[in-house]
């Protein structure tokens, strides 16, 4: 049987030693300052406990507390970063006004009747938002003078409780603050009641929905903007087609356009009646934009850093030379986008006199978005983006209504740019039929062009 060899006592203090120096090692990794332990040869409990006139202990015990500092104010960091995401990720507030059912109950030369029924959603899924304020404000809109031409407006809630009998509305027009579950609606009818003498130069009815929402976001004020046409073009006045390289085209009249209207519906109320196979209807890009809902009035838009000082650097006359309107378009394509772009823009055009790059580095809307005053009234109060989805809506024109479609941006300058169209609405085609902007750029109201091509 084998027996092991004792360790001599030489060995066993040469281990220890190693042991100690291991430990002053491990010391002075954490303290720079035992170092000066090491060269003296002190142990750990001499450089904790006992004091050898060079402040060793002080430096160690300051270096040990700053360290416990350190990771408290890391650990605190971590928290406030988990608590900031947590926050960014609530829904907040997040309750809004829709557009309106709208109809037009009396329709005489001396008395409009207006009712709109809004429906207010909570878009969270657990957290109550309140109601707590509603008033209507109505704009008119008429060629004439407004002289003599009064107008009532009445407020009637429709909550669920109401609607089934229940809790019946106030007659006084007093909104009294209501509460909204998660996921759930409730409504606010809205009568509006015009007279005057003669009221057909009445063109439209500018109504602002200015409401409060309340909850965890806080107080919250909101407006509604509702464009509700009061005048509508004679259906069976002489159609005027005009002679083009190729095709004829006819401008359509249509009524003001607005998000309660449908695209669709626009064009088999006015085109359908005047077209025939082979036919191509073409609708301007801010009117697509506009019944989408795709406009934004200045009050709702808060300029950042970035667009309060890029918007210098724009011509006088473009949409995005000023703080609002650059905005709309760092919302819309981030702020890391439009901040590139203008970089390798300036560079490529102060360097390299090319132009436009920016524009084709900042997304589709940094072309589309029109700035107040771009539009006929009452959208020039508003900024207006490019359409969304402008080949789905040319689709389904054709497949509604079976003319060929296409959405286009043009400009009395001869400059003609096609966003989407139907296979059989040529470029070829439209940039010949659209070269003089028969549709017009002032306020003629004819924001559909028939084309039709000669064979």
């Known amino acids: ?13 040469a281990k220890r030693k190693k042991a100690a120096w291991d430990q002053k090692l491990i010391l002075s990794s954490c303290f ?18 006992k004091s050898n006139g060079d402040g060793l202990i002080m430096d160690v015990f300051v270096q040990i507390l700053l360290g416990i500092a350190l990771g408290a104010i890391a650990l605190i960091f971590l928290i406030w970063v988990i608590f900031e995401q947590q926050y960014r ?15 037009i109950k009396e329709y005489t030369p001396e008395t409009y009747q207006l ?3 809004f429906t207010a959603f909570n878009d969270t899924k657990k957290l109550d938002i309140f109601l707590t304020e509603i008033d209507i404000e109505l704009v008119l809109l008429s060629k004439d003078s407004l002289e003599g031409i009064t107008h009532t407006v009445k407020i009637t809630s429709r909550h669920p409780d109401q609607i089934s009998g229940q809790n019946p509305s106030r007659l006084d027009n007093y909104w009294e603050s209501y509460i909204v579950k998660g996921k759930h609606t409730t409504q606010v009818e809205v009568a509006i009641a015009i007279h005057g003498k003669n009221l ?20 919250t004020p909101k407006t509604r903007h509702c464009i509700i046409p009061l005048k509508f073009p004679d259906e069976n006045a002489p159609k005027r087609w005009r002679s083009t390289d190729g095709a004829d085209v006819l401008p359509i009249r249509t009524h003001l356009l607005s998000p309660i209207d449908s695209i669709v519906e626009v064009v088999q109320r006015y085109v359908v009646p005047q077209a025939q196979k082979g036919d191509i209807v073409t609708i301007g890009e801010s009117p697509v934009a506009i019944i989408q809902g795709r406009m934004i009035h200045p009050s709702e838009v808060k300029p950042g850093w970035l667009a309060k000082r890029l918007c210098y650097y724009f011509l006088p006359t473009s949409s995005l030379a000023t703080a609002c309107g650059l905005q709309v ?24 006199k090319i132009p436009g790059v920016f524009y084709m580095l900042a997304g589709e809307q940094a072309k589309l978005i029109d700035d107040v005053t771009g539009t006929l009234p009452p959208y020039d109060q508003f900024i207006v983006l490019g359409p969304a989805n402008s080949q789905a809506v040319v689709d389904e024109i054709l497949a509604q209504t079976g003319l060929e479609a296409a959405i286009v941006d043009v400009n009395d300058l001869k400059r003609v740019a096609i966003l989407a169209a139907t296979p059989n609405a040529t470029q070829d085609l439209l940039n010949k039929a659209l070269l003089n902007n ?15 091509p000669r064979s």
């Not at 057909?200 to 107080?219: D, F, I, N």
């Not at 924001?447 to 039709?452: A, D, E």
Request: glycine share 12%.
């Open 438 to 452: 028969p549709a017009g750029n002032a306020a003629e109201q004819t924001p559909v062009v028939l084309i039709r």
């Open 200 to 219: 057909t130069g009445l063109e439209t009815a500018w109504v602002k929905a200015h409401y409060v929402v309340y909850g965890p976001g806080g107080r």
């Open 32 to 49: 720079p300052s035992s170092f000066y332990a090491i060269a003296l040869d002190l142990s750990p409990y001499d450089i904790l406990f």
């Open 115 to 117: 009712q709109g029924i």
């Open 89 to 103: 990720r609530r829904d907040g507030n997040k309750m809004e006004l829709d557009q309106g059912a709208w109809h």
């Open 1 to 13: 049987m084998l027996k092991r060899d004792k360790p001599s006592k030489s060995s066993i203090s």
């Open 329 to 352: 378009l760092v919302d819309n394509s981030g702020a890391w986008q439009v901040g590139f772009a203008f970089v390798i823009g300036a560079i490529a055009k102060g360097l390299f």
